[in-house]
RNA sequence: AGGCGUGUAGCUCAGGGGGAGAGCACUACCCUGACACGGUAGUGGUCAAGAGUUCAAAUCUCUUCACGCCUACCA
């Protein structure tokens, strides 16, 4: 075995070989209850990011566990059209040929769409393999392909036949940049510094152009679509203008003073100019007073013939002319400084234009209404648990979701409207002609909203609305695991999508992970440069040390901030666990160990020895509280305990304890030890398997007698009982070399220096421990031999020592020891004990306490006070005793 | 404006009513036959501030401060 787990070249191998032996899917005929995960698509342009690796990680550890427990796991890859981003994609390239998407026309632009596809849509795919995600390759799917796009098209009809789906002129988001709308919460916030521009509108009949109600905006450039002013009823100020008539100033159109709740008193100067047409409240205002709409700004965001001779103006520009013009006509009362949030496109930042158009809805509310009760009643869970609030906060606050899209790229919308009746028809077939008029058909040019689509993931990737063998099987799934960015967009659709359309909830947990942040806990983007790209790091330190990262960071925490210094740290730790496996391997001798089946139980041998009776129980525990924390997702807790387990317990003890034994005569005693050395390593491989599963699964094929895959083997279950008593035992063992080490160290006796420590104790326990562990433990610390001594013995002049709860420990160094120094490090501990002492005498004398506490904890507290006791007695006495040599 | 979250060792974080913890970093010593990507022993903290509840608070409650995030129709 070489030295070092090479990474570089052997993880590739590693995983063609898992894809090759078909293991990824689902066994047939499984016993198993089914563990179901589908993972949240990937933009079939993109490339993996952090997000992506986090998420994949967490999904493949799941299924990897599920799997060895014997589940029938099906973990469904796939990937997303994502409307707006990949048209975007490639639109960019086709600008670098000078070419516009207009140009080639629609169908020769879709053609070129799905090109880019073909040739960039595997990239992701080959990505994930490398981080090892063993999803079912063979159930991969995509949201535009056939099945899906039928189960889409499926949706849109039958919530149109419910009346859930509408079609309807709204104010809708409008980006003038990639020319479609936005559902509200593809609109992001950005926040800017503008002006309040205070603007006099002369009132008809005012005695003169001053006599003016003066309104605040910060869009000055809309005033052309103002159909109203409007001030609040309780207003004094104006009272007595409300019914009149105010003057929009440079095109002098008349329009109504109205009073509306809405306005704020305080706002500005408390009157407020109604532009319906572009602005979501005054759009509200504009239904409760009736008011016309006018569309002073087109879809490019250009003022119309509304504006007059603005006409033809772009937004920004129409703004500055009229400000100016204003100034020169005397009509900007005063300009102000303002801080608020613009909407902007969340693709490309540009501002949004609020627009009224004819779009197509979907009727949230009712769907939301199952969405919540799901969650409610415990259906799905959220975790973490906090979660839910955020979720329900949303739902309960839920607005129609415009689904229409102006794009070209997605699942076109089958409605089709006829030039000659003018009916609109929605069809699950392409219909030849209209219906009611056999008139000529025309479809609807637009798009869906990619979540829409991706609001059906669960199921449609398992056949729906097919009654499939999978759907059957698989359906609901398990868990899903994702950001919690996307529980808006994503997760809450699939849940009123799933629970509408197949009356079941798509998952029982719904894992939220935190969102990767560079070290310093910056968001990653490409225009800070601070994005880290998973592929770099894997190719620097192995996908295992990356996912073991990214599991041990994985807690409750929104940010993740992922140095990569931790990540080389977490190789050190592959290199470990590698290394271990080469000492056990190394030192089996050679002889048949039969088949691995036998290894893995049946540890209970007689001959066993203490260590291995220590590490065997300790292996239970460690087992079950892996298992407890993959049960509850708890991917850094599980990290946590096999790193210290593997590291602390496993190596720095228990292969170092069974040394001695390996290297001694006993012939027998040898034997079984590295029996039971191959028995542990199977078991720490296979319960670390999950989440490093590349370096797991190599050492697995160096290990005599092993068949097939680790991936395949079964994760070890905690069926025996503990044992205590090894445990304590090598609990006092462990205790005797620290003791011995730390005096070593405190009184700089050489390294090469040999020591002759003296235990002193009457405990039966102790002498028998001492009497056949005593030559194991002089090697730990470089002692020369170990001996009991009787309890009545004087410690020697020159020992140093401590006490124990099982007797005292002496360790005689000659002229190391500095009477001095143990002087003062006696009196130190002694203040130490007093100031314990006397917090646990004050407890127990406390009747709340003892009523109070659990009767475990004031007897814990009873024996630590009649340890600590003793000990001060015992330091009292070497104090004077120390004191007395002083002199 | 509301809601949520965070504040514990130099850094990243775990813990959570009765002994302040881990990893990395740091110091000293050690290349001992799995691993120097190693070993052993250490240094280091008013657990953000203040008040309250309690025999006991890093932990529970309230207030304050700082920093994040989300939602929202203040033009």
Known sequence: MEKNFNHAQLESQIYARWEESGLFAPKANSQGAPFVIVIPPPNVTGNLHMGHALDNTLQDILIRYHRMKGDDTLWVP??????????????????????????????????????????????????????????????????????????????????????????????????????????????????????????????EGGASSLDSLIVATTRPETMFGDTAVAVNPKDERYKTLIGRLARIPLI??????????????????????????????????????NLPIIKAIDERGFLTEAAGVYKGLERDQARQKVVLDLESQGLLAKIEPIAHAVGVCYRCRTVIEPLVSRQWFVRATPLAKKAIEAVRDGRTRLRPAQWEKTYFEWLENIRDWCVSRQLWWGHRIPAWSCSSCGKVTVSREDPASCPHCQGQLRQDPDVLDTWFSSGLWPFSTLGWPEKTADLARFYPTTVL????????????????????????????????????????????????????????????????????????????????KLNPARVAGYGKFINKIWNAARFVLTNLGGEDYGALGDKTDGASTPALSLPDRWIHSRLLAVTAQCRERLENFEFDHLADVIYHFVWDEFCDWYLELVKPILYGADQTAIKATRRNLLISLVKVIS????????????????????????????????????????????????????????????????????????????????????????????????????????????????????????????????GHIDLALELARLDKEAAQLAKDIRQATGKLHNPDYVQKAPSEVVEETRERLDEMTKRAAVISQTLTALKEMAQ
């Open 481 to 560: 695991v994702t950001g919690f960015d996307i529980i808006f967009f994503w997760v809450a659709r699939m849940m009123m999508m799933g629970l509408w359309l197949t009356d079941q909830a798509p998952f029982r947990d719904v894992v939220l992970h935190p969102l990767v942040r560079d070290a310093h806990g910056q968001k990653m983007s490409k225009s800070k440069g601070n994005v880290i790209d998973p592929i770099g790091i894997i190719d620097l330190y192995g996908t295992d040390a990356f996912r073991f990262t990214l599991a041990a960071q994985a807690g409750q925490n929104r940010d993740m």
């Open 78 to 203: 796939g990937t997303d059209h994502a409307g707006i981003a990949t048209q975007a994609v490639v639109e960019k390239a086709l600008a670098l040929e000078g070419i516009k998407r207009e140009d080639l026309g629609r169908e020769k632009f879709v053609a070129r769409v799905w090109q880019w596809k073909a040739e960039y849509g595997g990239n992701i795919a080959r990505q994930l393999r490398r981080l090892g995600a063993s999803c079912d390759w063979g159930r991969e799917r995509f949201t535009l392909d056939e099945g899906l796009s039928k189960a889409v098209r499926e949706v849109f009809v039958r919530l149109y036949e419910e009346d859930l789906i509408y079609q309807g002129d709204y104010i809708i988001n409008w980006c003038p940049r990639c020319l479609t709308a936005l559902a509200d919460i593809e609109v992001e916030r950005d926040d800017r510094k503008d002006s309040l521009y205070h603007i006099h509108y002369p009132l």
């Open 687 to 814: 319960l670390a398997h999950p989440i490093i599963p590349f370096v797991t699964e190599e050492i697995w094929g160096k290990i005599p007698g092993a068949q097939g895959f680790l991936m395949n083997a079964s994760y070890p279950e905690a069926t025996e009982d503990l044992d205590p008593e090894a445990e304590s035992q090598i609990g006092i063992l462990m205790d005797i070399a620290r003791v011995v080490r730390s005096i070593r160290a405190d009184f700089g006796a050489p390294p090469g220096a040999k020591v002759a420590p003296l235990v002193k104790t009457g405990d039966p326990e102790v002498l028998s421990l001492l009497a056949n562990y005593g030559p194991i433990l002089t090697r730990l610390m470089g002692a020369e031999s170990l001996k009991a001594v009787e309890p009545s013995a004087q410690k020697p002049r020159d020992a140093a020592g401590a006490t124990r709860v099982w007797g005292e420990i002496w360790v005689p160094l000659g």
């Open 252 to 289: 002098d159109r008349l329009v109504p003073i109205i009073a509306d709740e809405y306005v704020d008193l305080e706002f500005g100067t408390g009157a407020l100019k109604v532009t319906p047409g572009h602005d979501h409240n005054d759009f509200q205002i504009g239904q409760r007073h």
